[in-house]
């Protein structure tokens, strides 16, 4: 029913910034109603949520590993979830996906996430 797009991806040395954006790939589909969030999982390691955002922006969650570094917003007029990345770290290395949860939009975790993304790769060197 609606299909992500994460962008922004790339290869960053230690201690630079990426920004990653995601949206559906249709222009008529939205998520305007729905929770976002962005996980990452790097090879041989279990998938992390390292943040989320309610529906209107009203409340965030972002994970102790990343606390500080990572910021998660969101434009509903431009259809756009974001994660800003500063201060990267090696260990920060992993496929970064975006998803949606229509089933709990007013949770920045909600238990349920019913849209995913194909993830970008983030690759940081030291």
């Known amino acids: 029913q609606v299909q992500l797009v994460e962008s922004g991806g790339g290869s960053v040395q230690a201690g630079g910034s990426l920004r990653l954006s995601c949206a559906p790939s249709?222009?008529?589909?939205?998520?305007?109603?729905?929770?976002l969030g962005w996980f990452r999982q790097a090879p041989g390691k279990e998938r992390e949520h390292v943040a989320g955002?309610?529906?209107?922006?009203?409340?965030?969650y972002v994970a102790d590993s990343v606390k500080g570094r990572f910021t998660i917003s969101r434009d509903n007029a431009e259809n756009t979830v974001y994660l800003q990345m500063n201060r990267l770290k090696p260990e920060d290395t992993a496929v970064y996906y975006c998803?949606?949860?229509?089933?709990?939009?007013?949770?920045?975790?909600?238990?349920?996430?019913?849209?995913w993304g194909q993830g970008t790769q983030v690759t940081v060197s030291s």
């Open positions: 998803a949606a949860s229509a089933v709990v939009p007013a949770d920045p975790r909600p238990y349920e996430y019913d849209y």
């Open positions: 249709r222009r008529t589909a939205s998520i305007y109603a729905m929770a």
């Open positions: 955002i309610t529906w209107n922006g009203d409340a965030s």
